[in-house]
Each structure stands twice: as structure tokens, then as C-alpha cells.
């Protein structure tokens, strides 16, 4: 109870409801090649149209990037995603042709080293890198300008005085912008309108009826899906600019006359490169973003099309330090794409590569896909599929329920896989913790083994095991932060024990569990640890196992003897 300096009446309250917390299972990371969209920055998807609309639509260079991804959220509906472009030789289109492109890699990017209208690459430049920008077309006109522009009749009225600049006596400040797919790259319809920015303003300062910024490069900028603007336009006569740097074409100040257009501006943007062939180190250096388990919730990263220098870093450098993803690997498309015969020994020559690990799962390969953007199929790598199924299990079921078999192992969009498996090649895949999907007549295509890479016998060698572990630690530890800077005494302990059980007898009820044992008091939290600051708890669990093997024994016996005669 608080000290009083005189009589009265404390109320005070204690909160005794604290529970151990639900955490997120389903949440993946995904770091690949696309058309567009940002470069290095997470940006989290939730469905295949929305990847299409921040990262654009696959061609013959980023599908199996695309088509992992995609293939995640046809199972969940939450993945983030970080594109990568090879960064030396990546750019943003630009509108002067005789200018040197430039890498604009996001927004932060754009803010840290162009708003500032200095890069001397025309007036506007595409928002993201890629052979996408140069299909863009800008057009701009005002007041003096309008009669004669080619886009007059898809807007309303000219651009002519904004109320603000009216009220401060000022003229001449609004400008229409528009954006065109000048070569159907975007819409597959040549010269279609993408984007229209109506009344915009010249002054800086300038405010629309509902308080935003009216300022015509803000506008743009903030708004537009496709460019960023970079400069002023070079048909303007620029008398009454302020700012030397161009940052501005003026403020509204009282009575201020802004200076017209002396021509339309409309400009083709050039000189994009898309360089969707990013370098082992570019991918490498977007997964180690996803080493922040702090910044970035992520339990399930597929890898797409990896190498084994990229598998090996996913593992080693992301989910080992993390200790709560799985990695989800495919083999090379060489191994098992017209390679019949061998398919088995080069699978595991790919396998026998990557490091032993609970944190990662591998399965055998690829399959064959019908790609609706381009009316062809491919071959894309199965691990966005396997991490998948891993979103599905947690839905339907629990994380500690296996994703493999047929009653939760089904993957979607099949046409038929690159390999098969027969019973003799799973054997030897099995043994070295290589997953085989297998298409069974009638029966579908299904995960048929649920393995992790981890190579000493042990429960952590089964993926719902791992993912049991992940969930125990990931939701206890959290709860447990709130233990920090209490006292390191009977009631904290008693506590801790109260919080954790109910929790774990939950798991027990939902069959992750078939026991459980915690032990949070003096033996373990002995004087030594409390005068180190220390608090140690012992969580002991049995963890349920999947059934992989099933035997079923059959006898037959003769009329006249009884089943208790034999043992049944």
C-alpha cells in the first residue's frame, strides 16, 4: 500500500489477468525478382491480385519469383515481400534521353537523395526501376498551355487560379498532370490514361478545401502509382521561381503572379532497366533483413529458385538466428526437370550441400503450372507450395499438426511435377530428410513426408515438432517479458507457473502435448542466480509425434478356432 500524508480512502487496482498471448504462425517472407514495385522494403501482400498491383504481373525472367509467392497466398494471405534487381545495373526511367539513368530504389531513397529536383534527369522519372518505367508517358499543362494540349478534353475545365492563391491575390497556379501507358506495357492497350492529377498547384505552399497539400510535386508523389517528380519543367519560364534548388516553383505569397508554362510538357520516359537477375549476394542481403525477428513477424520463408550458396545463408544466417522460421527449399530445377533417371541422386547431391538444421525443410522439386498472365505454362519450384501447406494445417488444425499427407498435404495448381518419386527413390530421399511430393492417381498431388533437415535422430527431425517449439517459445517468451524488472521471489515465481500451465494445458487439450512438467521455484532460482539478476524457469514437454509408418497385420485362421485362441 502507497504511504499517505493523512487520512483518507486509497483505491488502487492489480492486474491478475495476464495471459500467455496467441502468436502469429502463418505470417511468411519472401525475398525475389519482380517487374516493379519497391526495392529492398518489406512490403506485406495478401493475395495474388495485390502482388500484381505492387510488383506487377510475371514475365519470362521473375515467374518463379512470382509464382512462389503467389503460390503462398493461394494457401494464406499474408507474406512479405522484398523485391530484388541486381543494384549494378538496375534503373528508374527517366524523361531526358540524353541524361544518365539513375536507381531510385524506394521511397526513402527518392526523399534522401532527389526531392530536391538536383538529379538533372528531366522533370519527372518512373517510381520504380525496371524496363516497366519506359512505357510511361507524362503530360502537363496550365492556364496559357491548355488550348492547345492534346489531353484537354479528358478533363473538366483549364487549369487556372486555386481559391488559395485567390485569396491572397495571387494568379495563374493550377496545372493538370497526366500519365499514359504510352506502349501498353501496362494495360495492353497502347496510349491508355493511368493516372489523371486535376488542378494541382505551382505554389508550394498551396492547400486544397480539405487541408492536404495542393503543391503539384506533392501531389504527384504522394499519390501516383508510377512517377516521381524530379524537376521543374524546362518550357517554363522560371522568373518567379524562389528556390535556386528547384525544390520550389514558388509560394504564395500576397499577390504573387506564377509564372506560365511557354509550352505543353510532355515527355516519354527512357533508359529503364529492369535487371531482374539479381546476384546471389543482392537475395542474400534482402533474407538477412528477416534476421530482425524484432522488426519483422515472420514464421515460414520459402525460397523460390535458390542456389545452395542462398539456401545455406537462409538457414545459417536467418533461421538459426531467429529460432522461430522454417526455411522451405526445393532443389535446383536441374535436378528434376528433364533429368529422368538421376533425379534422386542429384537431389540429394543438392541436399547433401546445405547444413543439418530443424529450421529448414526440403522438399523434391517442381511442377508444372499454368501461367494466365502470359497463356504458357512453366515449371515453378514447389516450396512456396510446401510453406504453404504449413498456413493451411495452422487453419484448419493447429502449427504442431503435420502438414503432410492427404488430408492436409494436397497442393494446388498442378498440372503434373517434374518428378514423382517412386517408393524406392522416397526411401533414399527420406533418409537424407528430403520431402517427396508425389502425385497419386485419383488421389491428387500431397506432401508425403514431413521431415526437417536436421540430421541426428531426434523429435526436432519432424516438422511439427519444430513448429510446436516455435509456438511454446514464441508465446511463452513473450509472456514472460513482463516478468522483467519484478522481484526474483516466491510470488513472481508462483506467478510465472500460473501464467505458463494453463497455457500448456491448452496445447495439451488441442493434442500438441502429452505432457508437461514446469518447475519456476527456489531450486532452480537458487541465491546465485537471484543476486545475478537471474530468472530461470524449466518448461519440460512431450511433444505428439505424426504417424509415418503403419502396419497393419492381417490373419487368417480356421473356422473352428476362437480369437482368443491366437492372441486377438
Given at each position: 500500500m502507497?504511504f499517505q500524508l493523512s487520512?483518507g480512502?486509497l483505491v488502487?487496482?492489480k492486474?491478475?489477468?495476464a495471459v500467455?498471448?496467441?502468436?502469429?504462425?502463418?505470417?511468411?517472407g519472401?525475398?525475389?525478382a519482380?517487374?516493379?514495385g519497391p526495392?529492398?522494403?518489406v512490403?506485406?501482400?495478401d493475395?495474388?491480385n495485390?502482388?500484381?498491383?505492387r510488383?506487377?504481373?510475371?514475365?519470362?525472367?521473375?515467374y518463379k519469383?512470382f509464382?512462389?509467392?503467389a503460390?503462398?497466398?493461394?494457401?494464406g494471405?499474408?507474406?512479405q515481400?522484398i523485391?530484388?534487381v541486381?543494384?549494378?545495373?538496375?534503373?528508374n526511367?527517366i524523361?531526358?534521353a540524353s541524361?544518365?539513368?539513375?536507381?531510385i530504389?524506394n521511397?526513402?531513397?527518392?526523399?534522401?537523395?532527389y526531392?530536391d529536383?538536383?538529379?538533372?534527369?528531366?522533370?519527372f522519372?518512373?517510381?520504380y526501376?525496371?524496363a516497366?518505367?519506359?512505357?510511361?508517358?507524362?503530360?502537363?499543362?496550365?492556364?496559357n498551355?491548355?488550348?492547345t494540349?492534346?489531353?484537354?478534353s479528358?478533363?473538366d475545365?483549364?487549369?487556372?487560379?486555386?481559391?488559395?492563391v485567390?485569396?491572397?491575390?495571387?494568379?495563374?497556379d493550377?496545372v493538370?498532370v497526366?500519365?499514359?501507358d504510352?506502349?501498353?506495357?501496362?494495360?495492353?492497350?497502347k496510349?491508355?490514361v493511368l493516372e489523371?492529377?486535376p488542378?494541382?498547384?505551382k505554389a508550394?505552399d498551396?492547400k486544397?478545401?480539405?487541408?492536404?497539400?495542393?503543391?503539384?510535386?506533392?501531389?504527384?508523389n504522394?499519390?501516383?502509382k508510377?512517377?516521381?517528380?524530379m524537376?521543374?519543367?524546362?518550357?517554363?519560364n522560371?522568373?518567379?521561381?524562389?528556390?535556386?534548388t528547384?525544390?520550389s516553383?514558388g509560394?504564395?505569397?500576397?499577390?504573387?503572379t506564377f509564372?506560365?508554362l511557354t509550352s505543353?510538357v510532355?515527355?516519354?520516359?527512357s533508359?529503364?532497366?529492369?535487371?531482374?537477375?539479381p546476384?546471389?549476394g543482392?537475395?542474400?542481403?534482402?533474407?538477412?533483413?528477416?534476421?530482425?525477428?524484432?522488426?519483422?513477424d515472420?514464421?515460414?520463408?520459402?525460397?523460390?529458385?535458390a542456389?545452395?550458396?542462398v539456401?545455406?545463408?537462409a538457414?545459417n544466417?536467418?533461421a538459426?538466428i531467429?529460432?522461430?522460421?522454417?526455411?522451405?527449399?526445393s532443389?535446383?530445377q536441374?535436378s528434376v526437370?528433364?533429368?529422368?533417371?538421376?533425379?534422386?541422386?542429384?537431389?540429394?547431391?543438392y541436399r547433401?550441400?546445405?547444413?543439418?538444421s530443424?529450421?529448414?525443410?526440403?522438399?523434391?522439386?517442381w511442377?508444372?503450372?499454368?501461367?494466365?498472365?502470359?497463356?504458357v505454362?512453366?515449371?515453378?519450384?514447389l516450396n512456396?507450395?510446401?510453406?504453404?501447406?504449413?498456413?493451411?494445417?495452422?487453419l484448419?488444425a493447429d502449427p504442431?499438426f503435420s502438414?503432410?499427407?492427404?488430408?492436409?498435404g494436397?497442393?494446388?495448381?498442378v498440372?503434373?511435377?517434374?518428378?514423382?518419386?517412386?517408393?524406392?527413390?522416397?526411401?533414399?530421399?527420406?533418409?537424407?530428410?528430403?520431402?517427396s511430393v508425389v502425385?497419386?492417381p485419383g488421389q491428387?498431388t500431397?506432401l508425403?513426408?514431413?521431415?526437417?533437415l536436421l540430421?541426428?535422430?531426434?523429435?526436432?527431425?519432424?516438422?511439427?515438432v519444430?513448429?510446436?517449439?516455435?509456438?511454446?517459445?514464441?508465446?511463452i517468451?513473450?509472456?514472460a517479458k513482463?516478468?522483467?524488472?519484478?522481484?526474483?521471489?516466491?510470488?513472481?515465481?508462483a506467478q510465472f507457473?500460473?501464467?505458463?500451465?494453463?497455457?500448456?494445458?491448452?496445447?495439451?487439450g488441442?493434442?500438441?502435448?502429452?505432457?508437461f512438467?514446469?518447475?519456476c521455484?527456489?531450486?532452480?532460482?537458487?541465491g546465485?542466480?537471484?543476486d545475478?539478476?537471474?530468472?530461470?524457469?524449466?518448461?519440460?514437454v512431450?511433444?505428439?509425434r505424426?504417424?509415418n509408418f503403419?502396419?497393419l497385420n492381417f490373419?487368417a485362421?480356421r473356422?473352428?478356432i476362437s480369437?482368443e485362441e491366437?492372441?486377438?
Amino acid at each position: 500500500m502507497a504511504f499517505q500524508l493523512s487520512p483518507g480512502v486509497l483505491v488502487t487496482e492489480k492486474d491478475l489477468t495476464a495471459v500467455v498471448p496467441s502468436v502469429s504462425t502463418t505470417a511468411g517472407g519472401f525475398a525475389g525478382a519482380f517487374q516493379w514495385g519497391p526495392v529492398d522494403q518489406v512490403v506485406t501482400i495478401d493475395s495474388e491480385n495485390s502482388l500484381v498491383e505492387r510488383f506487377g504481373k510475371p514475365n519470362s525472367t521473375v515467374y518463379k519469383s512470382f509464382f512462389t509467392a503467389a503460390n503462398f497466398l493461394s494457401y494464406g494471405n499474408n507474406l512479405q515481400v522484398i523485391r530484388v534487381v541486381n543494384q549494378g545495373t538496375a534503373k528508374n526511367a527517366i524523361a531526358n534521353a540524353s541524361a544518365t539513368a539513375v536507381l531510385i530504389k524506394n521511397e526513402d531513397n527518392y526523399t534522401s537523395d532527389y526531392v530536391d529536383g538536383s538529379a538533372s534527369v528531366g522533370e519527372f522519372a518512373a517510381k520504380y526501376p525496371g524496363a516497366l518505367g519506359n512505357s510511361l508517358r507524362v503530360s502537363m499543362a496550365d492556364a496559357n498551355t491548355y488550348a492547345t494540349w492534346g489531353f484537354a478534353s479528358l478533363f473538366d475545365a483549364a487549369p487556372g487560379t486555386s481559391t488559395y492563391v485567390t485569396d491572397l491575390g495571387g494568379r495563374h497556379d493550377e496545372v493538370h498532370v497526366i500519365v499514359i501507358d504510352e506502349d501498353g506495357l501496362w494495360t495492353g492497350q497502347k496510349n491508355t490514361v493511368l493516372e489523371k492529377f486535376p488542378f494541382a498547384s505551382k505554389a508550394i505552399d498551396a492547400k486544397k478545401p480539405d487541408g492536404t497539400n495542393a503543391f503539384y510535386r506533392d501531389v504527384i508523389n504522394n499519390v501516383s502509382k508510377y512517377v516521381w517528380w524530379m524537376d521543374h519543367p524546362t518550357g517554363a519560364n522560371t522568373s518567379n521561381v524562389i528556390s535556386a534548388t528547384g525544390s520550389s516553383w514558388g509560394t504564395a505569397a500576397q499577390g504573387t503572379t506564377f509564372a506560365n508554362l511557354t509550352s505543353n510538357v510532355t515527355v516519354s520516359l527512357s533508359l529503364g532497366v529492369s535487371a531482374d537477375a539479381p546476384s546471389d549476394g543482392n537475395i542474400m542481403s534482402a533474407l538477412s533483413t528477416f534476421s530482425n525477428s524484432e522488426l519483422y513477424d515472420v514464421s515460414l520463408i520459402p525460397l523460390g529458385d535458390a542456389s545452395t550458396t542462398v539456401a545455406i545463408h537462409a538457414i545459417n544466417s536467418v533461421a538459426e538466428i531467429r529460432k522461430d522460421a522454417i526455411v522451405f527449399i526445393s532443389p535446383d530445377q536441374a535436378s528434376v526437370v528433364d533429368n529422368i533417371g538421376t533425379e534422386a541422386t542429384d537431389v540429394v547431391t543438392y541436399r547433401e550441400a546445405l547444413p543439418s538444421s530443424s529450421y529448414a525443410v526440403m522438399d523434391t522439386g517442381w511442377k508444372y503450372q499454368y501461367d494466365r498472365y502470359n497463356d504458357v505454362y512453366r515449371y515453378i519450384p514447389l516450396n512456396g507450395d510446401t510453406a504453404g501447406l504449413a498456413v493451411r494445417t495452422d487453419l484448419v488444425a493447429d502449427p504442431w499438426f503435420s502438414p503432410a499427407g492427404f488430408n492436409r498435404g494436397q497442393i494446388k495448381n498442378v498440372v503434373k511435377l517434374a518428378y514423382s518419386p517412386n517408393a524406392t527413390d522416397r526411401d533414399t530421399l527420406y533418409k537424407k530428410g528430403v520431402n517427396s511430393v508425389v502425385t497419386f492417381p485419383g488421389q491428387g498431388t500431397v506432401l508425403f513426408g514431413d521431415k526437417t533437415l536436421l540430421s541426428k535422430p531426434s523429435a526436432f527431425d519432424r516438422i511439427n515438432v519444430r513448429r510446436l517449439f516455435i509456438v511454446l517459445e514464441k508465446a511463452i517468451a513473450t509472456a514472460a517479458k513482463f516478468q522483467l524488472f519484478e522481484f526474483n521471489d516466491g510470488f513472481t515465481r508462483a506467478q510465472f507457473r500460473n501464467l505458463v500451465e494453463p497455457f500448456l494445458r491448452d496445447v495439451q487439450g488441442r493434442r500438441g502435448i502429452t505432457d508437461f512438467k514446469v518447475v519456476c521455484d527456489e531450486t532452480n532460482n537458487t541465491g546465485e542466480i537471484i543476486d545475478r539478476n537471474e530468472f530461470v524457469a524449466d518448461i519440460f514437454v512431450k511433444p505428439a509425434r505424426s504417424i509415418n509408418f503403419i502396419q497393419l497385420n492381417f490373419v487368417a485362421t480356421r473356422t473352428g478356432i476362437s480369437f482368443e485362441e491366437v492372441g486377438a
